[in-house]
């Protein structure tokens, strides 16, 4: 008699503990940031007047460029030419800016 009510006991633990609710707790960033889509291989981006590097590197798969809320004037050079000039605000999460 003693077995009958272990196992009865062991399967209703099994059961009640697999029923339990599960949970996913995400976080989003909503710093602000920009991403560059379709920059040449050997561009190079300024963000008010410095460098940040190759262009490439922030396509958002998965890199982006975060920055201060605020106004910015981007700038893309590929060698000596201006491919991209603009001044954008950013508030919040992401701006992603797109060559042609």
Request: hydrophobic letters at 40%; glycine letters at 8%; aromatic letters at 6%.
């Given at each position: ?13 099994c ?60 700038l893309?050079?590929d060698?000596?030419d ?15 800016i797109?060559?042609?």
């Open positions: 008699m003693k077995i009958k009510h272990l196992c009865i006991g062991a399967i209703l633990v059961i009640f503990s697999c029923a339990m609710p599960a949970t996913t707790v995400k976080t989003v960033d909503t710093r602000p940031s920009i991403s560059i889509t379709g920059a040449p291989l050997d561009s190079i981006l300024y963000v008010d007047g410095i460098s940040m590097g190759n262009a490439i590197q922030y396509n958002g798969h998965p890199n982006i460029l975060i920055i201060e809320p605020g106004t910015h004037k981007i893309i050079k060698g000596n201006v491919i991209y000039q603009q001044t954008i605000f950013v508030e919040s999460e992401l701006k992603n797109i060559l042609k």
